[in-house]
């Protein structure tokens, strides 16, 4: 009896260990970003912001696909980032330092100094200086699979042999030590690239420490002054090495962007980036017999559109999708054949990007959308030409009196899963201080577009076919579910939604 008795009591003991334990390992993890322009005086015209703005989106986008036709057998992450910030500690240190938040790469690395960066004189300071490498970082070995992802998948056989491993050890796998590291790497961005050295170390994190995390430590780059978190689908991603830990934390991820719109006050808010943030039954879309119109448009608004994510065995870290066509007031702009699918040369899709500023457009259905843009708005407003150069953006409209602008639509793959931006992320409006024309003349009132020209067709093959900028996300959580392979957006008030997961 007494022998049952405690069994019973051992057995109900570790039964509540077990479920304290899944309850407590299913809570979200919530973190800071930070805009980069908040760590500034942003003193800069709004005529500055959208020409910078614009020339780096429009860069990095440009930069991707020409460096794809010079070297074919290298796929290139569109760009490191340039928005917003992410702080990480590694190692020993306690100390975090910033990286940029990435969705368009695989790779978390850090400067390490001594650093040196090649081509960085036009570029942001760093927020947090470049750290000599922890004590209690390790090399990471060439036989390790982290060092192969990082060499675009070279065999470990071919490292071991740059590492000056024995043949005998090769062939009987026993140079899995730090005598025999992984080689240097070089990794290229669409406009900047790096040679480092892979490490392993803690990563730490509020309330979560992950032990053997594998980072790129930096010492020499081009045009890359500040690390990067890679948060894209690739082995060496933040949420891939997050789910072999945690795979809670790791398997699904939203960030909510604060709509700015440039403002100096609205871009020092943090922003919202959710690990572990898993979508329930109630926040999707809201199913079609619901007879109360107003309480089922009200749904709609906060629950979650959803559209699946495209593979790429080209790009395998884009998180690409299939857009449809856009919407301009009433009229629907089919997309070209480019946008809706990958093709076979890992070519096509919009990629739901976190590092570029602005969403660029394959020309053609760039124009398409222009033209009836400018149809209804160009009608009643004079066209501001000479802004458009200074801005780089178009069109751009002077504004004499209360605009109507059409309501503008993104229509992606799936049942319903259509996006009704709202007005601030698409036509930016502000007062032109004088930069684009006479000292003397008087202020006005001007309002842009915020899409951009990607390119022709022709110059895009091979690549992505469009990108879904963070200046579009703003105002929505946007939450990538890689279990179920998806993205979905729902519309926030992303400062309220950080005031209220930072109480809880």
Not at 100 to 116: A, N, Q
Not at 173 to 178: A, E, L, P, Q, R
Not at 234 to 246: E, I, K, N, T
Request: overall charge positive; hydrophobic content about 30%.
């Amino acid at each position: 009896m007494n022998t049952c008795l405690i069994f019973f009591l051992f057995y109900t003991t570790i039964l509540n260990y077990c479920l304290y334990f899944s309850v407590s390992s299913s809570t979200p993890l919530l973190l800071h970003l930070s805009h980069s322009l908040s760590t500034s005086e942003h003193s800069s015209s709004p005529l500055h912001l959208l020409k910078s703005s614009s020339s780096r989106s429009s860069s990095r986008f440009r930069r991707h696909h020409h460096k794809h036709h010079q070297k074919q057998q290298l796929s290139l992450p569109i760009s490191s980032g340039s928005d917003y910030l992410l702080s990480l500690s590694v190692g020993s240190s306690s100390s975090a330092v910033s990286l940029y938040l990435d969705t368009g790469s695989d790779l978390v690395w850090f400067p390490c100094r001594p650093f040196t960066c090649i081509l960085c004189e036009s570029k942001p300071i760093p927020p947090s200086p470049p750290s000599p490498i922890s004590s209690s970082s390790i090399t990471v070995p060439c036989s390790s699979p982290s060092c192969s992802a990082a060499h675009s998948s070279l065999p470990s056989s071919d490292l071991c042999a740059i590492s000056n491993c024995p043949l005998d050890f090769i062939e009987t796998g026993d140079c899995n030590t730090s005598s025999y590291p992984c080689p240097p790497f070089y990794y290229a961005y669409g406009d900047g690239s790096l040679v480092a050295k892979l490490y392993s170390d803690s990563l730490s994190l509020p309330s979560v420490s992950v032990s053997n995390f594998t980072f790129g430590c930096a010492h020499t780059t081009l045009a890359e002054p500040i690390g990067v978190a890679g948060f894209g689908r690739g082995r060496l991603s933040l949420p891939a090495q997050l789910s072999v830990h945690s795979p809670h934390l790791g398997n699904s991820f939203s960030y909510c962007l604060v709509s700015h719109s440039f403002d100096s006050e609205r871009v020092r808010r943090p922003s919202p980036l959710i690990l572990g943030r898993f979508v329930d039954e109630k926040e999707k879309r809201v199913a079609d017999h619901d007879d109360d119109e107003m309480k089922k448009e009200k749904k709609k608004k906060n629950e979650f559109v959803f559209t699946e994510l495209l593979k790429n065995p080209k790009h395998p870290y884009f998180y690409s999708v299939s857009l449809q066509g856009i919407s301009i007031g009433k009229r629907n702009i089919p997309t070209p054949a480019m946008l809706r699918r990958i093709d076979k040369n890992g070519g096509g899709g919009i990629v739901v990007d976190s590092g570029t500023t602005f969403t660029m457009l394959p020309a053609k259905f760039y124009n398409a959308v222009v033209e009836e843009f400018d149809s209804r708005v160009g009608r009643v407003h004079e066209r501001a030409d000479r802004v458009e150069p200074s801005s780089g953006m178009s069109p751009c409209y002077y504004l004499n009196q209360t605009v109507k602008v059409p309501a503008l639509v993104l229509h992606f793959a799936g049942n319903g899963s259509s996006v009704t931006l709202p007005r601030r992320n698409y036509f930016y409006e502000f007062m032109d201080g004088g930069d684009g024309g006479d000292k003397g003349e008087k202020k006005r009132k001007i309002g842009c577009l915020m899409l951009m020209n990607g390119g022709d067709e022709s110059e895009l093959r091979g690549g992505t076919g469009a990108i879904l900028g963070n200046y579009q996300q703003q105002g929505f959580e946007v939450v990538y579910d890689l279990l179920n392979r998806r993205v979905g957006f729902a519309k926030r008030k992303c400062a309220s939604l950080w005031d209220t997961l930072n109480q809880d």
